[in-house]
């Protein structure tokens, strides 16, 4: 059974950088592809970008300039930085596997993060 | 990045009612499409994949169809739990993008 935990700082400062952490269990870290999704309130899902245990990775060009994700393998554990923050990075933020190498469905997700930024 | 056209955008329905949900892609993608229900508070959850496909542990009320660039999701017998929000999802190419949702909501 995969488990999914995921955690980092809620409220942050406008300019300040979101860093947040998924740690997963219960199944090889190095089969699948990892992702960051996140929802604004009321608004829809936006992916972020994703990573393998090798480091590579595809981002969101809208987010590209801003976005780092990293992975610590023998953790099973990856990680989001997003900088300059802006109220408009306010959303529930989102860990996800992929079902399949590659572009591909998500499953398991994680709980989700709030994060908000305000002054 | 290829667009997702979800509709309707909020839905009034019934325990027990039969409901569909269209999602619409602003090119082809095949068969590379899935389905999501998030509820408040929960994890985000996978229903379809590949259009049709029922993941497993789905109660098999939930379906899927289309292909192509026209998708439909339909829930029939509706149960309380079922009152959430769905989302489409293209994984044709990257960037893999989310239709807008569409809240099901107790008449």
Redesign the interface.
């Known amino acids: 059974q995969v488990q ?1 935990q995921q955690w980092g700082a809620g409220l942050l400062r406008p300019s300040e950088t979101l860093s947040l952490t998924c740690a997963f269990s219960g199944e090889s870290f190095t089969d699948h592809y990892w992702s960051w999704i996140r ?1 604004p309130p009321g ?5 972020i970008g994703d990573i393998i245990h090798s480091g590579t990775t ?1 981002y ?2 809208s987010l590209k300039s801003r976005v780092t994700i990293s992975v610590d393998t023998p953790k099973n554990q990856f990680s989001l930085k997003l900088t300059s923050v802006t109220a408009a990075d306010t959303a529930i933020y ?1 860990c ?1 596997r992929h ?1 399949t190498y590659g ?10 993060t709030l994060v908000t930024v305000s002054s | ?1 290829i667009q997702m056209t979800q509709s309707p955008s909020t839905l009034s329905a019934s325990v027990g009612d039969r409901v569909t949900i269209t999602c619409r892609a602003s090119q082809y993608i095949s068969n590379w499409l ?1 389905w ?1 229900q ?1 509820q408040p ?6 229903l379809i ?1 590949k259009a049709s496909s029922l ?1 497993s542990g789905v109660p098999a009320r939930f379906s899927g169809s289309g292909s192509g660039t026209e998708f439909t999701l339909a829930i029939s017998s509706l149960q309380p739990d079922d009152f959430a929000t769905y ?1 489409c ?1 293209q ?11 569409t809240t099901l909501e107790i008449k």
């Open positions: 999914v929802q608004k829809g899902l936006e992916w595809n969101n060009p989102y996800a079902t572009v591909a469905p998500f499953d398991p997700w994680g709980q989700g | 990045d899935a999501y998030l508070g929960k994890a985000p959850k996978l994949y993941e989302y999802q994984y044709n190419s990257y960037p893999p993008t989310f239709g807008r949702g």
